[in-house]
């Protein structure tokens, strides 16, 4: 199924050098933040936020407004026609046909692919659910550039909810797909990296261990990301219980850290890095959230400039069969082709929640 426009639902739509490169005019912007004031005047972004967010929709706003473009938009959908019942579908076709870029965030893993269907205008993924969340990794590829100078030949450590951190799965595609990155997937074993992202580490060269000790570790790593147990994505409140609190950095394991450590946190942050640690310079969570208006800026202008037709569907339909992943927009959106990729003879993958399926 194709679109009229080119969308940003998943980095890997796109070659490595074209978002290679989009961190790279970040890295400019930076420096030169005046000579891109006018690069979207007269341009709208629409912005739809199905799920609270503070960062990235302020990022997003703020990236646009730097351009010289203006915004419209809802963060709470209980005000806006959602709360009439209307379809994901409508919602984007009309709010499409108003602006010229438009950001969707929502809880719903395959969302931002679903609105791609028929927006009339791109659209970039601003976190799918517990799937995706290319334009953190946009963020990251920019701390990482400017703060290590380089992303390969890294080891990685990626630490607390690797299930469901969207920000995790985008960042492990991304960093596999430089030279000789080593991931260390520090989890309890009930918040493991799903398998669908290991696999694509593998299979882009490079390596991982899964570990469930942070001190064991710390001391070998060049990156760590830590991230938030996310509480709204459990099934019950026990079960986010009994996770919460396990991995908490603080001032004591930095001091077993190395002296150029880097340390990246999607944000908020909740209590798995202490406020001691804000004060150590290899914390640098603080200055990453800076970087994201940097990386929205340059993608804004660029894909904004975008209006190449793509393929968004590449699968097919297979009569009976739909996706197991109960938080995929395929169960809410019911309208929607429930379309797979084939991988192998026998698996089949959920073309907007990436979920496997034996058949
Ligand atoms: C993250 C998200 O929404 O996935 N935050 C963000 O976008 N900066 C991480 C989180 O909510 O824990």
């Known amino acids: ?25 970040a890295v400019d912007i930076r420096k030169n933040p005046e000579k891109y004031a006018h690069e979207c005047d007269g341009k709208i972004m629409a912005t739809l936020f199905y799920e609270p967010s503070t960062r990235t929709q302020m990022s997003f706003q703020t990236a646009m407004l730097r351009l010289g473009g203006r ?30 870029v438009l950001v969707i965030r929502h809880p719903v893993s395959g969302a931002a692919k679903a609105a791609a269907l028929t927006a009339g205008c791109p659209v970039i993924n601003a976190g799918d659910g517990g799937h995706l969340h290319p334009t953190q990794t946009l963020t990251d590829l920019v701390t990482l550039k400017v703060e290590k100078g380089r992303l390969d030949n890294l080891t990685i450590g990626l630490c607390g909810d690797l299930i469901y951190g969207r920000t995790v799965h985008s960042l492990c595609k991304a960093m596999s797909c430089f030279n000789n ?13 799903p398998s669908y992202v290991k696999d694509i580490i593998l299979a882009n060269g490079c390596t ?31 079960e986010y219980l009994s996770q919460k609190d396990t991995y908490i950095l603080d001032t004591k394991k930095m001091t077993h850290a190395k002296y150029d450590l880097v340390v990246l946190h999607p944000l908020p942050r909740v209590d798995e890095i202490t406020n001691e640690v804000d004060r150590d310079p290899r914390a640098l969570y603080f200055k990453q959230a800076k970087n994201g208006v940097f990386a929205r800026m340059a993608l804004i202008m660029t ?36 379309s797979f990729r084939s991988n192998g003879d026998t698996l089949l993958e959920c073309e907007y929640c990436d979920e496997r399926k034996l058949i």
């Open 1 to 25: 199924m194709y679109s009229e426009y080119q969308h940003l639902i998943d980095l890997s739509d796109y070659p490595v050098e074209w978002w290679n490169g989009i961190a790279d005019l």
């Open 71 to 100: 915004i419209i938009g809802f963060d709470n959908p209980a005000t806006s026609s959602v709360s009439k019942g209307e379809t994901l579908k409508d919602t984007t076709k009309i709010v499409s046909s108003y602006s010229d």
């Open 181 to 193: 990155n080593k991931f260390v997937l520090i989890s309890t074993p009930e918040l493991k990296l």
């Open 208 to 238: 991982f261990e899964e570990v469930s000790s942070l001190d064991e570790v710390i001391g070998t790593l060049d990156v760590l990301y830590m991230t938030r147990i996310q509480k709204e994505r459990f099934a019950s409140e026990e």
């Open 303 to 338: 894909i904004i400039k975008n209006q190449n037709p793509s393929e968004i569907l590449k699968g097919r339909v297979y009569e009976g069969i739909s996706c197991s992943n109960p938080h995929c927009i395929t169960h809410s959106e019911t309208y929607l082709p429930k």
